[in-house]
């Protein structure tokens, strides 16, 4: 035990998984040495209300600080990029040249904003990311000095929360997207629609089906327009860019782990696997940057962008690092997530990829109150609500237990059974098709 | 081989006093059915399962006037009182959505946070009021004295019925209340009270709302009845009345209920009582605790509208269900020596309020009348002691609670400042 | 840099609350708990302020105790500061 309280358990990456993590340890009785790295300077902090309240400017972008539920007693590195891991040596490199040795390991890293290319005009001014707090910062001092028209480039569920932000700001909006409606990736086109409406009843330009090649600017440097695929041009003074994320696994690249843009592979216990192909021991991940196998949707690797997976994933790897490797608990966890945008409470279970139906179970698409399923296959993978959020859980225990679809069939507000296509659009290149990603 | 009258012995009064022995033996089947038909669920994983389950229903049974068969539990549900209150008004509580969801959005909207702030310092008055009544007395009878009075002046309040028809509206509260109760003592004459009485207070209701809308105050009842953006009311005075008299009667008896057997189990607990004198930042604790440990109303009734698969066992399309809250507070799966009463519990996620969307709506004002009550009676209350224990209790299977509550004292200490 | 462990709990520094919005269901108990600090919009929309000011800390774990589903995390008094 004397070396584990000389060396410890590092958790790289200090967001929501990486804190819930570390409360885990203590909590489930680890007393050795802890130490959280993070790159950025900031306390752990909450992610959700940046892309909303906070580009409202109801909420400050640094009050969202994260609460720390159980004395940590830990060693913080805040603002210390890990750039390197040696699994080896068994230690971790910052980008200040210090070495840290670990015991354990938790890979908390996250993911990062996918950025617009510079070569396409990205380095523009006035071109914006929405990730972290700062981002949040920089976009909301820049909504409030009241640009003539914001571009939202990308209409997933970041991209949609910005638009209904910024009309209630009152700030003309133009939002485009490859796809025929908004959260067509996350919800497909059918239950995406009712999105479409809201967008149009709320005077924000959408154009679906539409792709833009690149940004002009202006002789000072800032964007003035977006150039789109069919010839068309949209005058913009403000950009946002929300095309989802890649994984922070830049710095693993020499580390012999399975890990990429789309994350790091873990086996079903988030222990992360080797480029071998066998489990570490010692090396642990959650959160945004894990990839692992979910035994729901056939042992598939997904990685799970949503703030209930970091906490649940979070406390998980932590509760098997401190098992021995006879003991270690699988990861069944069920995905969710929530928005909330143009008044609407959306809130999802289950993965609805691959969903070859989907049909509304409760209320109805017309009032914009109602509870659908997704089924593949005669089987009910997922469920989304809209100001509905009181039934959600049956159907989560319906898709948890593997439920024929429908799954509960008899009920009250049901009306006609009518099950249609949900428009899915056709999956990314390869190793982007297993992100579950906001939007 | 499951006890498949269990349910039974729950009904019958003289297990009123401590049912939790009962409810221990039904959990042990967490989805129990009674030789009548109706399934009894018990435990908290099967209660939070089915609270979320749209194939409950609490759409009230189909009217049906056959005669009484014996058993408890089958005339209680066909109970014709219980029929007519269902047919001719349909107070929310008893309704499905998407019907249930606009009514209630329609209340939730005037049972603001402003409202229901405003009648604190109402009830801190009313509390000192009655406490100070008992001054000179060696005995405070808890339910006549504060617990019975304090919700039907808070519940009439903010209704906007006058102070003067309150102790009319008490009767009427009371009587309806027995309506929910598959108790054997509702006899023909006690039936006919409750016909009586809600015939009444319909009667009352409507006149009422009609004043309201001739003079309309900031009272609920008149925002209630008050025209709409398009010149209608929200409501159709059907709805309205129902929803006014279920605002009265459910958020009476049952705030009765929370407040005496609040103090009893503080009686019990001495501890408790003397470290929530001491420290009246506890309340919250102790009220959240009190609901998961004695709470108000002990389980409730719905109908399966097709087949669930639950905890092993298949509940047929058609069949009751009860739902036994108070059963599923004390599981042990879910709770930590559950028979102990310990405010300091890590996390209390009871169902004293019942769950999903049929969650308690007076719950804040309960919430608050009980704190407000409770450190009052703990503060001022010198040297209280339980006079018979266990008290003498209502008939009330469900909305349980002690009729009297005798509380000796060594006086009544002043108003804390 | 920033490599250090202490205890503080200062005045100034305000009261750190989450809410699990996967939990929550819009019961709307911390609104009438604590109002200053939390809302219900439109239906089931739950918005709160993160970072209250410790004079509502009452109010607050009001609010904490009267969530039906537990979804409301505040930090304990002798928060941990990185």
Redesign the interface.
């Known amino acids: 035990m004397s070396a584990a309280a000389d060396v410890g358990i590092v958790v790289v990456g200090a967001s929501l998984a990486g804190l819930r993590g570390a409360e885990a340890l203590r909590r489930n009785g680890y007393a050795g040495r802890l130490t959280l790295i993070g790159d950025e300077p900031h306390r752990p902090y909450d992610r959700p209300p940046l892309s909303k309240h906070v580009l409202s400017g109801e909420l400050a972008p640094d009050s969202t600080e994260l609460p720390l539920l159980v004395t940590l007693d830990a060693d913080w590195r805040l603002g210390h990029a890990a750039v390197g891991l040696d699994r080896v040596a068994r230690n971790i490199r910052l980008a200040d040249g210090a070495v840290l040795a670990y015991e354990k390991l938790l890979i908390a890293t996250g993911a990062q904003a996918r950025p617009w290319p510079a070569a396409s005009g990205g380095a523009l001014a006035n071109i914006f990311t929405l990730r972290g707090r700062d981002d949040a910062a920089r976009l909301r001092a820049a909504l409030a000095r009241g640009p003539r028209r914001v571009l939202i480039v990308g209409a997933g569920l970041i991209g949609c929360e910005a638009a209904s932000c910024c009309r209630a700001l009152g700030l003309p909006v133009t939002l485009v997207d490859p796809n025929p409606t908004p959260l067509a990736r996350s919800l497909g086109t059918w239950i995406g629609g009712v999105i479409a409406e809201c967008l149009k009843d709320s005077g924000v330009a959408f154009h679906p089906g539409a792709q833009v090649l690149r940004f002009e600017g202006d002789a000072s440097g800032r964007v003035v327009r977006a150039d789109l695929a069919d010839g068309r041009t949209i005058e913009a003074d403000l950009v946002i860019v929300a095309l989802g994320a890649t994984r922070a696994t830049d710095w693993l690249r020499d580390a012999g782990l399975m890990a990429d843009a789309g994350g790091v592979t873990c086996d079903g216990a988030c222990r992360a696997v080797a480029s071998d192909g066998t489990a570490t021991g010692d090396i642990y991940a959650a959160g945004d940057v894990a990839r692992w196998p979910i035994a729901l949707y056939g042992g598939r690797l997904f990685s799970v962008e949503h703030w209930g997976n970091a906490v649940a994933q979070g406390a998980h790897a932590a509760r098997n690092m401190l098992a021995p490797a006879d003991d270690q608990h699988s990861y069944d966890h069920l995905p969710a997530f929530w928005s909330s945008q143009f008044g609407i409470n959306i809130k999802a279970v289950g993965l609805s990829e691959g969903a070859d139906s989907v049909a509304i179970v409760q209320g109805s698409r017309a009032s914009r109150r109602f509870l659908a399923v997704y089924g593949r296959a005669g089987r009910s993978i997922a469920a989304v609500s809209f100001d509905q959020a009181r039934w959600l859980p049956a159907y989560a225990e319906a898709i948890m237990a593997g439920s024929p679809y429908p799954p509960i069939r008899e009920a009250s507000d049901q009306g006609l059974f009518v099950t249609t296509a949900p428009g899915f659009p056709p999956p990314r290149p390869a190793h982007r098709s297993d992100e579950a990603r906001h939007g | 081989m499951a006890d498949d009258t269990l349910f039974s012995e729950v009904l019958d009064p003289a297990n009123r006093a401590d049912p939790y022995p009962i409810y221990a033996r039904l959990r042990e089947n967490p989805v129990s059915p009674q030789r009548d038909g109706s399934i009894v669920v018990s435990t908290h994983a099967a209660i ?2 089915l609270i ?4 409950l ?1 609490s ?1 009230d049974l189909p009217p049906s006037h056959r005669p009484r068969t014996g058993n408890l539990l089958k005339d209680w549900l066909l109970n014709p009182i219980k029929d007519r209150i269902a047919t001719a008004h349909r107070p929310l509580i008893f309704r ?3 019907d249930h ?1 606009i009514l209630r ?1 329609v209340v ?1 909207r005037e049972f603001t ?1 402003a409202r ?2 405003a009648l604190k310092q109402r009830v801190v008055r009313d509390v000192d009021t009655l406490i100070d009544a008992c001054r000179g007395r060696d005995e405070v009878c808890l339910v006549e004295d504060l617990s019975y009075p304090l919700p039907v002046a808070v519940i009439c309040d903010m209704l906007g019925v006058p102070e003067a028809d309150e102790p009319q509206f008490q009767i009427w509260a009371t009587q309806l209340a027995t309506a929910l109760e598959p108790d054997a003592r509702h006899d023909q004459a006690s039936r006919h009270r409750t016909v009586a009485a809600f015939d009444a207070i319909s009667g009352y209701m409507r006149a009422l709302i009609r004043e309201k809308r001739r003079h309309p105050a900031s009272d609920m009842l008149s925002a209630l009845a008050a025209p709409g953006p398009r010149g209608q009311a929200v409501m159709g005075d059907f709805d309205l009345i129902s929803t006014a008299i279920l605002l009265l009667v459910a958020g009476h008896e049952t705030t009765v209920n929370l407040i005496t057997n609040g103090m009893l189990t503080l009686l019990r607990h001495p501890l408790e009582l003397d470290r929530l004198r001491a420290d009246p ?1 506890r309340a ?2 102790v ?2 605790e009190l609901l998961r440990y004695e709470p108000p109303v002990h389980f409730r009734t719905r109908k399966a ?3 669930i698969e639950i905890a092993g066992h298949t509940i047929r ?1 058609g069949a009751p269900v009860i739902l036994l809250f108070a059963a599923a507070n004390r599981d042990p799966v879910r709770f930590v020596d559950p028979d102990r009463f310990d405010p300091d519990r890590e ?3 009871h169902f004293g ?1 019942g ?3 049929h ?1 308690c709506m007076g ?2 004002l309960a ?1 608050i009348e009980a704190e407000i009550a409770l450190v009052a009676l703990c503060r001022r209350l010198v040297a209280p002691r339980l006079m018979v224990d266990p008290p003498p209790y209502r008939p009330g299977a469900s909305l349980r609670g002690p009729e009297r509550l005798g509380i000796g004292i060594n006086g009544i200490a002043a108003h804390p400042t | 840099m920033t490599h250090s462990t202490e205890t503080v709990s200062s005045r100034t520094t305000p009261l750190r609350v989450v809410v699990d919005l996967n939990r929550c269901q819009g019961y709307a108990q911390c609104c009438y708990a604590a109002p200053g600090a939390f809302e219900v919009r439109g239906h089931e929309i739950l918005f709160y302020d993160p970072a209250p000011p410790r004079a509502r800390r009452g109010e607050i774990e009001r609010a904490v105790q009267a969530c039906p589903v537990c979804a409301i995390s505040l930090q304990a008094d002798s928060g941990e500061t990185p």
């Open positions: 939070r399962s979320f389950d749209p194939r229903s759409e499905d959505p998407p969801d959005s939730m946070v229901v702030q930042e919250p604790r009220i959240e509208l097709g087949a399309k996390d209390i996620q309020f769950g999903g969307l969650y719950a804040p919430r």
